[in-house]
């Protein structure tokens, strides 16, 4: 499912929804465990796990560059939001009667030519965490999937600011 993406004031915010069968605990766990995390985002790792506390983005190009991001806002089992560049990155995790729902809010300060590549690289990123989730991931994704995201992202993107 593709992001909704809306204007709102000075920004733009792109939203992801994945709904699961498996309890909050569990999604959570995928989200925030490094061991986790490293599976569906090779380049994020949590070194302070509360509000105002660190990730580290990871460039993983041999380079040893990283760059820390500061937890704007967290609460345990259910939010966790972090600085991404100019941008703000928040996961919300949320039961349900049946498992619980994961959104993911980007709020886009600017709209860039970089800004598809970010949404489909979130679009790519969320697919691996529902395999991860699920139990089934076996191996990530080829630069054609990414491709195929990409072009429908800057198709969104576009429309939007026309």
């Not at 939203?15 to 994020?44: A, C, I």
């Not at 302070?48 to 190009?61: E, P, S, T, V």
């Not at 300060?109 to 690289?121: Q, R, S, V």
Request: a negative charge.
């Amino acid at each position: 499912m593709l992001a909704s993406i809306t204007k709102s004031n000075n920004e733009y915010i792109a939203v992801y929804e994945r709904s699961f069968n498996q309890p909050v605990e569990v999604v959570w766990g995928v989200l925030t465990k490094n061991d986790q995390l490293t599976k569906w985002m090779s380049h994020l790792e949590i070194t302070d796990l509360r509000k105002d506390g660190q990730i580290i983005f990871n460039y993983n190009d041999g380079s040893n560059n990283f760059e820390k991001m500061k937890i704007t806002d967290f609460e345990d089992q259910s939010v966790i939001e972090f600085e991404w560049g100019k941008n703000i990155v928040r996961f919300e995790v949320h039961p349900t009667e049946t498992g619980s729902i994961l959104l993911l809010k980007e709020f886009i300060k600017e709209i860039t030519n970089h800004t598809p590549k970010d949404l489909a690289g979130w679009h790519m990123c969320l697919n691996v965490f529902k395999d991860v989730v699920n139990g089934t991931a076996n191996q990530l994704p080829n630069n054609d999937e990414w491709e195929k995201w990409y072009k429908e992202y800057i198709h969104i993107v576009g429309a939007i600011e026309k």
